[in-house]
């Protein structure tokens, strides 16, 4: 049973700044990989094809456990047809802070396979984690957690992903 969407960032970001290979963040990573393993993460396919690219053990069980994270969109039996309604709703929605159609920067404002996240925590009814920061009170930028607010889906830091894990 899922308990938690993924954004790339949610692991990415803490990956690189705490490296596996650092004695420190063992027990750190061991439980994310145990998570992956458990089933609990789902994430689309456009975020899974990105977080293939993270390295080392966490990267190994990633690539190895696609049939556990990815919520396929021809698979009905999870809701594939109500996150697909509002994936479209969504993209009209907050069209006005999509950087693939407003031409903004990625760094600043959202993305359509990060809004894949929303939509996806939103269907499942799940926090989502990402390692974003809100863009505030920016009327031309939204981020992750600012849709999340937008869409009534609750943003997890990963820290608030370890506590709640037991890391």
């Known amino acids: 049973m899922k308990s938690y969407c ?3 960032s949610g692991f ?3 990956h690189m700044s705490m490296p596996e290979d650092v ?3 063992w027990p750190i990573w061991d439980c994310v990989i145990a998570t992956i393993e ?3 993460i789902g994430v689309t396919a456009e975020i899974y094809k990105e977080m293939c690219h993270i390295t080392g053990d966490v990267g ?13 969109v021809d698979d009905l039996s999870w809701g594939a047809s109500h996150y697909i309604a509002h994936f479209s709703r969504m993209q009209k929605a907050h069209h006005e802070w999509i950087s693939d159609y407003t031409m903004k920067s990625p760094a600043k404002t959202i993305c359509l396979r990060d809004l894949t996240s929303v939509a ?11 390692s974003e920061s809100s863009a505030g009170d920016s009327p031309k930028h939204k981020r ?24």
């Open 60 to 72: 190994e069980c990633i690539r190895a456990s696609k049939d556990k994270l990815v919520m396929e």
């Open 23 to 25: 004695a420190l963040f």
């Open 38 to 40: 458990s089933g609990k």
């Open 6 to 8: 993924l954004d790339t």
């Open 120 to 130: 996806l925590a939103k269907t499942l009814k799940l926090p989502l984690i990402s």
């Open 12 to 14: 990415s970001t803490p």
């Open 144 to 167: 992750i957690p600012d849709i999340c607010g937008l869409e009534n889906v609750v943003p997890y830091s990963f820290n608030d992903f370890l506590k709640i894990e037991g890391a």
